[in-house]
């Protein structure tokens, strides 16, 4: 279990990505459970995107340097995986709010560096749940696309009455058939409730278990070059030809 006060730590800073050539949208990527920006920065930087990138630590501190965006009880998480896939639907973590806040605060910093840019929200299991959980609470957090890896509905009746916020947001879910953690099942279902609220949902799974295989960074690219690409970017008067 967590320390009794884990958000007494203050989290890293933000580690920030420059766009590759003048930026024409908007990056935040959301790590998961036990990871940290600095494992994902470098697989990010060699995408090349034309997007200012942010990539926030969870405000939750976790052994070697690992975070977490909300405390995690460590025996009832292994009974729960080894107990089978499951579906996270009913399950309300205490503790997100402080999460929410931290991924807001990183989101207006992103969008003041990158003002009048689309906003693209990236996130892996626990990130890309507390990116859904940032859309569905308030005060929702407002952006142009999603990109979801190995996700699960979460505290779902907390979201019901938001769902139709993102109405005809695209949303790219991506998930491994074999995940022993959060049920392949689980993720398809998070795909139909989204798209049944009128969102540009978008599933695919992969060969693989609970991981960011190289197809997330593709899809990734992909989707941001996509988002740019439909929202051109104004060009200040210094920017380089």
């Keep these: 279990m967590d320390a009794v006060n884990p958000f007494a730590s203050q989290p890293p800073p933000i580690a920030w990505i420059e766009a590759h050539g003048a930026p024409r949208a908007a990056l935040m990527l959301l790590h998961g459970l036990d990871m940290a920006p600095a494992q994902l920065a470098p697989l990010v930087a060699s995408l090349k995107l034309p997007a200012l990138v ?9 052994p070697d340097g690992r975070r977490s965006w909300w405390p995690v009880d460590d025996a009832a998480r292994e009974a729960r995986i080894a107990a089978g896939p499951a579906d996270l639907h009913d399950s309300h973590p205490p503790g997100r709010e402080h999460a929410r806040a931290a991924v807001l605060a990183a989101a207006r910093e992103l969008l003041e560096r990158a003002p009048g840019l689309p906003l693209v929200v990236a996130g892996f299991s626990q990130g890309a749940m507390l990116a859904l959980d940032c859309v569905f609470q308030a005060p929702p957090l407002a952006l142009d ?3 979801l890896w190995s996700a699960s509905r979460l505290a779902f009746s907390e979201w019901m009455p938001g769902l139709h916020r993102l109405r005809g947001v695209r949303v790219e879910l991506l998930h491994g058939s074999g995940d022993a953690n959060l049920d392949v099942a689980a993720g398809r279902s998070l795909h139909d409730a989204l798209a049944a609220a ?4 978008r599933w695919t799974t992969f060969d693989g278990g609970h991981e960011i295989p190289l197809q997330a960074w593709v899809g990734l690219r992909r989707l941001v ?3 740019a690409a439909a929202h051109p970017a104004r060009r200040a008067a210094d920017d380089a030809p």
């Design 145 to 147: 696309a999603l990109a």
């Design 225 to 227: 070059r996509d988002v």
């Design 54 to 62: 942010a990539l926030p630590s969870g405000p939750v501190e976790r």
């Design 198 to 201: 009128g969102a540009d949902a």
